[in-house]
């Protein structure tokens, strides 16, 4: 009895293990197909410089703007986006003490690369 119960327990390990690597294995392939895309933060991601009217803006445009031209923080043009950055920062990252946003996921990492770039590069208008 006690060594049937053993086997089951090395099953189930056994077969959790190759879900494991199972798992790991398909995140490994999707990370190259990222770096071929160039859609990846090491690979493809360009920070430099970024601009708020080429990067930012489209950004939240794209992602934010459907709630957020209403609903506060609003944030819809240069000062609003730029007052907000910190807050924006912390709910893009999801990192405690903000609203993980956007409320359906996270955005791509290069974006959330992109914002802390503009922020740190002096939240310019450009
Ligand atoms: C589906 C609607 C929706 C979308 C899309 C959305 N938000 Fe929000 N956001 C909200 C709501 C609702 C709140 C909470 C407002 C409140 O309770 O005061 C909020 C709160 C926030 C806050 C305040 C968080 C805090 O804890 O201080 C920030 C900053 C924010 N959103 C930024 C963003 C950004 C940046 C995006 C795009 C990447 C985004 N949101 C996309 C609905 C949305």
């Given at each position: 009895m006690l060594i049937l119960k053993i086997r089951k327990t090395m099953k189930s390990l056994l077969t959790l293990g190759i879900i494991c690597m199972l798992g790991i294995a398909s995140c490994t392939s999707d990370n190259e197909e990222d770096t071929f895309s160039g859609n990846n933060n090491n690979g493809g991601c360009d920070t430099t410089n970024v601009s708020f009217t080429k990067i930012i803006m489209p950004l939240i445009q794209n992602?934010?703007?459907?709630?957020?031209n209403s609903t506060s923080?609003?944030?819809?043009?240069y000062d609003q986006i730029s007052k907000n950055a910190t807050r924006i920062l912390g709910a893009i990252k999801h990192q405690p003490g903000f609203r993980s946003m956007p409320p359906g996921g996270k955005l791509p990492d290069c974006s959330i690369a992109q914002f802390e770039a503009w922020v740190n590069q002096g939240k310019k208008n450009n």
């Open positions: 992602n934010c703007l459907s709630c957020h923080p609003v944030l819809s043009n």
